[in-house]
C-alpha cells in the first residue's frame, strides 16, 4: 500500500512540482488548497485539473478566510500590529490556517505525512514546519523544494518533460495574495536601495491616477473590531474585501518592509494591504480616546510582544494566549466611530466618537478651561512634579 501525504497545494509552478515529485517518490498524493482570500473562480475550477494531471488521487478545497479573519487576523487589529511599524503580518497568519486544514485534514484522510512547498531560504518552513509539529506530531513532514535545494529553472524543465502544463511564471517576483493583503519579493525589493514600479502592485491604483476628492468613510467599532461602514453592518470577511477595494482605487495601502527574517537574515518585501492599514489606523485613534495613558502604555508593550512571536512562527507559545488576555481585557471600552477620508495614498482620521470618551468638557478643556483644580493646585502640582529633576539640576553644596 502507497504511503499517502497532504499536500498544501496552491496550484503554482512550486506545488505542481512537489506533486508531481512526490508522486514518482511512490507517494499517493491527496492535494489540499486553502482559501485564505487568494483565489478567483477561475482559478479555483482550474485546481482539481492541475492537481490530477500531477499525479493526485485526491484534491480538497477548503474555506480557510472566516478562521484567518476571526481568529488570526482580529488580534492584529486589536493590537495595531505592524511589524516594523508598516507591515500587518499578511502572509505569517495564512501559514497558520493553511496548517491547522492540514492536520485536520491528515486525520480524515488517516494520511501518515504532510509536505508544502516551501524553500529553505525563507521564513515558510519555519512557520509551516513547527506549527504542522504541534497540531500533527507524529506526522512526518515532507519539504521537496528545500529537500532538494532545485531551482525554479529546473522545475520548469521537469515538469515539462513530463509534460505537466502550468500558468505562465514571473521570473520577476514571487506573489502571495491573500485576503489581509499582497506581498511581492524579488527583482527590486532584492535591492535596499531600488524600489518597485507602480504597476508592480497588482490592485491599488496609482497616486496620480486616484480621484481628487477622495472617498470620506466611517467605521464602527464594538468591544475592538470594525462591525459596519458607513452605517451597514459587515461581517470581517466582507468588511475586508470592502475595504481592500475602496482603499486601492483611492491609492491606499502601499508599503516596503525591510526587516529580521525567523532564520537570521535581514529581508524585504512590498506589499498592499488597503484594508489592514485603514481598520488600524482607525483602531488606534479610537482606543487613544478611550484608554488610558497607563493601558495604552502596556497594550503597546505587549502587543509588540504578540506581534513578533506571531510574525515569526511561534503563535503556540503559551505566552500567546496569556497576551491575548490582556488584550481582550483592554478592549472592553473600544467601541464608538471613527472618521477616516482616504485620499491620494493617505489615510486620514478626520475624528471619533465614544460613550467611553476620556474627553470630558464637564470636567476640563485642554488650555482653556478646567472645573476640577485651581490655580494654587496647579502651582502645587508642578512643584511637586518635577521636584527631583529639580534637586539634581542644583549645584553640589559648596561649589
Not at 524600489?195 to 497616486?207: K, L
Not at 476620556?358 to 490655580?375: C, D, F, M, S
Amino acid at each position: 500500500m502507497k504511503k499517502k501525504v497532504i499536500l498544501a497545494f496552491s496550484g503554482g509552478l512550486d506545488t505542481l512540482f512537489c506533486a508531481l515529485y512526490l508522486v514518482k517518490q511512490g507517494f499517493s498524493v491527496v492535494t489540499l488548497t486553502v482559501d485564505t482570500g487568494g483565489f478567483n473562480k477561475k482559478q479555483i475550477s482550474q485546481l482539481e485539473k492541475s492537481a490530477k494531471a500531477a499525479g493526485a488521487i485526491k484534491h480538497i478545497f477548503l474555506d480557510g478566510k472566516k478562521e484567518l479573519y476571526g481568529q488570526y487576523f482580529s488580534y492584529v487589529i486589536k493590537g495595531n500590529i505592524l511589524r516594523g511599524g508598516v507591515y500587518p503580518l499578511c502572509v505569517g497568519l495564512e501559514r497558520l490556517v493553511i496548517a491547522g486544514k492540514m492536520a485536520k485534514t491528515a486525520e480524515t484522510e488517516k494520511a501518515a505525512y504532510l509536505a508544502h512547498g516551501s524553500t529553505g531560504a525563507g521564513s515558510d518552513q519555519i512557520r509551516l514546519g513547527l506549527a504542522l509539529k504541534i497540531l500533527c506530531p507524529e506526522a512526518k513532514i515532507i519539504v521537496p523544494i528545500r529537500d532538494t535545494g532545485i531551482t525554479r529553472d529546473k522545475e520548469i524543465v521537469f515538469l515539462k518533460k513530463n509534460k505537466i502544463s502550468f500558468d505562465k511564471v514571473s521570473l520577476k517576483y514571487s506573489v502571495n495574495t491573500g485576503l489581509i493583503g499582497t506581498t511581492f519579493s524579488g527583482a527590486d525589493t532584492n535591492d535596499s536601495w531600488k524600489a518597485p514600479s507602480e504597476e508592480a502592485y497588482p490592485s491599488v491604483v496609482p497616486i496620480l491616477r486616484t480621484e481628487d476628492q477622495g472617498k470620506e468613510i466611517e467605521i464602527s467599532f464594538e468591544k475592538g473590531l470594525p462591525v459596519s461602514v458607513n452605517g451597514k453592518k459587515m461581517k470581517g470577511v466582507a468588511m475586508m474585501q470592502f475595504l481592500n477595494k475602496t482603499g486601492a482605487e483611492n491609492g491606499v495601502g502601499k508599503g516596503l518592509h525591510l526587516g529580521d527574517t525567523i532564520i537570521g537574515i535581514k529581508g524585504r518585501i512590498a506589499f498592499e494591504a488597503p484594508g489592514a492599514l485603514i481598520l488600524i489606523k482607525a483602531h488606534s485613534e479610537l482606543e487613544k480616546l478611550v484608554l488610558t495613558a497607563d493601558q495604552l502604555f502596556w497594550k503597546e508593550v505587549n502587543a509588540k510582544v504578540y506581534g513578533n512571536k506571531l510574525h515569526e512562527g511561534l503563535y503556540f507559545e503559551p505566552l500567546m494566549r496569556d497576551i491575548e488576555a490582556f488584550i481582550d481585557s483592554s478592549q472592553q471600552n473600544v467601541s464608538g466611530k471613527v472618521k477616516v477620508k482616504l485620499l491620494k495614498g493617505n489615510i486620514l482620521v478626520l475624528g471619533c466618537q465614544s460613550p467611553y470618551s476620556l474627553i470630558r468638557p464637564e470636567i476640563a478643556v485642554y488650555a482653556e478651561r478646567n472645573k476640577y483644580w485651581n490655580g494654587r493646585d496647579a502651582e502645587g502640582f508642578t512643584k511637586l512634579y518635577g521636584l527631583q529633576s529639580v534637586m539634581a539640576n542644583l549645584k553640589p553644596e559648596g561649589k
